[in-house]
């Protein structure tokens, strides 16, 4: 089973910062590294597919980098928001599996 | 507008059963790999099982031999039967779907609460 580690798992954060949340998987997975956004009593919407691509209508403060193991989900100029918690995801082999999650609180 | 209605859940006993339904609509369901993903409350999302479009499936270790995933495509409907049901079962169970581009999850309901306990 691949194991995706998160970093950090809380921040709490101003807004307008910079944030950047890292997930390491246990061996390599490709680009097959997605993330997703939850909000407390919400499922999850996914934010970047395949580590860097982007989607229609998720605001462009949102990117995503990396390949293999290392991978980091970037946040430029936090609003309020993007109070949620963060989960990758990981389709590349089975088991399918999930960060632990990083909850980002808006001070 | 694509919708998944999940419904069923509710509170069971240790080593009873339940059923969870998927109500699909707003896409060619027949057409989509199916997943159950679900969520300890305050944790994190846990993989389950999924379904092929054509029925075949594939499990998580940790419900192997006690959950069952099945799909009725004529119905637009996923299910999951749940035996054995132990306490650490005890989650939100989202169905889920990824997107025709990819393998990720673009659909998701807004889940089921099944709580396990005497």
């Known amino acids: 089973e691949i194991v995706l580690t998160q970093s950090p798992d809380f921040q709490s954060v101003t807004p307008k910062e910079k944030v950047t949340i890292t997930c390491r998987a246990s061996?390599?997975?490709?680009?097959?590294l997605h993330w997703y956004q939850q909000k407390p009593g919400q499922s999850p919407k996914v934010l970047i597919k395949y580590a860097s691509q982007s989607f229609a209508g998720v605001p462009s403060r949102f990117s995503g980098s990396g390949s293999g193991t290392d991978f980091t989900l970037t946040i430029n100029s936090l609003e309020a928001e993007d109070a949620a918690t963060y989960y990758c995801?990981?389709?590349?082999?089975?088991?399918?599996?999930f960060g632990q999650g990083t909850r980002l609180e808006i001070k | 507008e694509v919708h998944l209605v999940e419904s069923g859940g509710g509170l069971v006993q240790p080593g009873g059963s339940l059923t969870l339904s998927c109500a699909a609509s707003?896409?060619?369901?027949?057409?989509?790999?199916m997943h159950w993903v679900r969520q300890p409350a305050g944790k994190g999302l846990v993989w389950v099982s999924r379904?092929?479009?054509?029925?075949?499936?594939t499990y998580a270790d940790f419900v192997k031999d006690r959950f069952t995933t099945s799909r009725d495509n004529a119905k637009n409907t996923l299910y999951l039967q749940m035996n054995s049901l132990r306490d650490e079962d005890t989650a939100v169970y989202y169905c889920?779907?990824?997107?025709?581009?990819?393998?990720?999850?673009?659909?998701w309901g807004k889940g089921t609460l099944v709580t396990v306990a005497s």
């Open positions: 379904i092929s479009k054509d029925g075949t499936t």
């Open positions: 061996q390599s997975v490709g680009d097959r």
């Open positions: 995801h990981q389709s590349h082999i089975l088991p399918i599996t």
């Open positions: 707003g896409f060619t369901f027949s057409t989509y790999w």
């Open positions: 889920a779907s990824y997107d025709t581009s990819g393998y990720y999850y673009y659909y």
